[in-house]
């Protein structure tokens, strides 16, 4: 089960203000810095705040890929094929369902809550008329992505190494 509600997403935090996802997501490394007024428009057209259930599957490998995630609260699992979980989601703004900034593309792994967790769901092909819109700052999110994915990816990597080693143990 999940209940979504619409909210201004990026808000415009108060110099006060110091929890809360809207503020968490201004200062995150995708969008900290960026033109706020585009922020906005992506919050009022492609972002909703989501919660799901312990054990909910938000996607499935394979699945037609519309959304991007952003974790607020909670742990997700992203998992391939039958293998156990591949990347563990746990810290506020990690980011996840990537595929779904790539034409006609498939989610790639399959991610299943495992406590109960919010995140902020934006439809990618809002936010993309956007980016078209706004070309610099998509370049900009683009480009941060990228980085954020090639982090990630060697992390992974390091670890499958790690195993592999190790004669399969850790």
């Not at 906005?40 to 995630?69: H, M, Q």
């Not at 699992?77 to 506020?92: C, H, Q, S």
Request: net charge negative.
């Amino acid at each position: 089960m999940h209940i979504a509600r619409t909210k201004a997403v990026f808000g415009f935090p108060d110099k006060n203000q110091t929890e809360g996802w809207e503020f968490h997501i201004t200062e995150m490394d995708l969008f900290k810095g960026l033109d706020l007024t585009v922020m906005g428009e992506i919050a009022d057209t492609a972002c909703t705040e989501t919660s799901y259930e312990k054990g909910t599957v938000l996607f499935n490998e394979g699945d037609p890929a519309d959304n991007l995630y952003i974790l607020y609260k909670g742990v997700v699992d992203l998992k391939i094929g039958e293998i156990k979980t591949v990347y563990r989601l746990t810290a506020t703004s990690e980011i996840f369902g990537w595929s779904s900034l790539v034409e006609n593309a498939l989610y790639t792994a399959t991610a299943i809550a495992e406590t109960d967790i919010q995140v902020v769901k934006i439809d990618s092909r809002k936010m993309n008329r956007l980016f078209e819109a706004n070309a610099l700052f998509g370049l900009t999110v683009y480009r941060r992505l990228s980085a954020i994915f090639n982090k990630r990816l060697s992390g992974i990597y390091n670890r499958f190494l790690s195993i592999e080693r190790t004669g399969g143990h850790r």
